[in-house]
């Protein structure tokens, strides 16, 4: 190994002496010891982030607002390298939950002293100009919560945590991000699809060409276009349905293998009142029928290719089939399902 077990030990110095400048409130030293936190950080060894992702995740209330964004930047790294996401989540949501309200308070003062063009945040500190106009912590809001998202989604990449998080904490940050993106325009794609993602999730799929229906289990998909390949491999691939399989290395891409290969669509996507789901949407579109999402799958009107692969690399997917419905469930559930108008 290159640098062996002084070099690992260099990064846990920087989070000690980090640590430290951060409890005795000493902001020069904050700053160089975030500094030293992160030019040390790709030379730590799996034991070092291991312990440092908890620390820093439980320091982040104590550090000051403007690098605190930073500081969950860094935990979500030791996250993605191995430390224990479920112990640092709650204090990175506290965070953001903190950050997005801060946030869609900057909207509203930047609507009300004028409006135009948003600013886009830049590394550094909120320029002088946007803090005379909406304040200091408004400001800082805005300006660090690419960094929130950045270290949220590091987090959400775990079924773990997606599990825990609890319906009503998704509900709250998932409002607040949809206000922060109405009123700025601001695209928040991956937090938004993130805090979408279902876990151990029932699918009712209808092949209406063939007459059959499918219940099926998915968890951990980022979006529709994961989805409909992973439908193809299952259904197809499994010999259900007739159409075109994806390859294997197509469907392990969409599951847990690394990269994208190209891939053609097999279906057309419908909900069970006639309206088009579209790939670019996430499973959580899927309408709720009977205590089920329930979903169509019709002709492809038109030949679509896309990347096959994974919205969020670091999240594993899996869709299954549990059975295959009888004929009559399969009569019943179409018979109310409409044709796309």
Known sequence: MIFGRKGRERFLDAVAGFETAVRERNSGRSLRGLQEMYRRFDRAGSDEVAQAGPRLAALLSEVPSGPRGMVAVVVGGCV???????????????????????????????????????????????????????????????????????????????????????????????????AVREA????????????????????????????????????????????????????????????????????AVCRDAPGQVPTTGSFNLVTPGGEWVWNEGTPADIP???????????????????PAGRFFPRMTGDLRLERVLDTEETRRRLALCKQPG
């Open 184 to 251: 700025s325009g601001h695209d928040l794609k991956c937090l938004t699809y993130a805090l979408l993602v279902l876990d151990d999730e029932p699918l009712v799929v209808l092949h209406r060409p063939t007459g059959t229906g499918y219940a099926l289990r998915m968890s951990g998909l980022g979006d529709n276009f994961q989805l409909h390949t992973l439908l193809a491999d299952v259904l197809i691939g499994g010999g259900h349905v007739p159409g075109r399989a994806p390859s294997a290395q197509e469907a």
């Open 80 to 178: 993605e390298r191995g430390a224990d996401a479920a112990q640092c989540a709650p204090h990175v949501f506290d965070g953001l939950a903190r950050t997005l309200g801060a946030a869609g308070e900057f909207c509203e003062r930047w609507a009300a002293t004028g409006g135009g063009e948003f600013p886009d945040p830049e590394p550094g500190d909120p320029t002088p100009d946007v803090v005379e106009r909406v304040g200091g912590a408004a400001a800082v809001g805005w300006w660090t919560l690419p960094q929130w998202e950045m270290a949220s989604v590091a987090m959400l990449n775990h079924a773990a945590v997606r599990t825990t998080l609890g319906d009503g904490r998704r509900a709250d940050l998932l409002d607040a991000a949809a």
């Open 288 to 306: 709720v029928v009977d205590g089920v999402r329930l979903l169509v799958l019709d002709p492809p009107p038109y030949e679509r290719g896309w």
